[in-house]
């Protein structure tokens, strides 16, 4: 049922696999920040 891993790797390009790892990563990053209180006021 469905794709199995084997596939999704083989129609994914590892370049994008890193993209995607790297911009969720600053994605939860960025909102850590914002739901920090602001320093610079």
């Given at each position: ?16 696999i890193f993209l995607?790892?790297f911009s969720t ?16 006021t």
């Amino acid at each position: 049922m469905g794709l199995n891993l084997k596939e999704i790797l083989d129609n994914v390009s590892y370049p994008e696999i890193f993209l995607f790892s790297f911009s969720t990563t600053i994605l939860s990053s960025e909102s850590e920040i914002a739901n920090k209180p602001n320093d610079f006021t």
